[in-house]
């Protein structure tokens, strides 16, 4: 929470205050996101396992991982939540 800005004085801006600013920086990560899954038609990768050379596996592999973290701690938080009334006096 910020504090409002004394009657007279503007409100300080920041960067990500203008929507336009986030719409760079999302347009700039799904460029490099697409340049990255890209290099892939360019790159010879030394793979160990024969599932490491199809297509795209690195990045599914990612997403798959970080989903499944996903789903594993909300779980975890089933398990080792307080009561809602816990801090009640």
Do not use: Q
Not at 2 to 17: H, L, M, N
Not at 29 to 46: D, K, P, S, W
Not at 68 to 84: D, F, N, S, T, Y
């Amino acid at each position: 929470m910020s504090d409002p800005a004394p009657p007279g004085e503007p409100r300080k801006r920041y960067v990500f205050d203008d929507p336009r600013n986030v719409r760079r920086v999302l347009w700039t990560f799904y460029a490099a996101c697409a340049l990255v899954f890209g290099a892939e038609f360019f790159m010879h990768r030394h793979v160990e396992h024969p599932w490491e050379g199809l297509f795209g596996f690195y990045a599914l592999f990612g997403f798959g991982a970080y989903a499944l973290l996903v789903i594993l701690a909300e779980g975890l938080r089933l398990l080792v939540a307080r009561r809602p009334d816990y801090y009640d006096d």
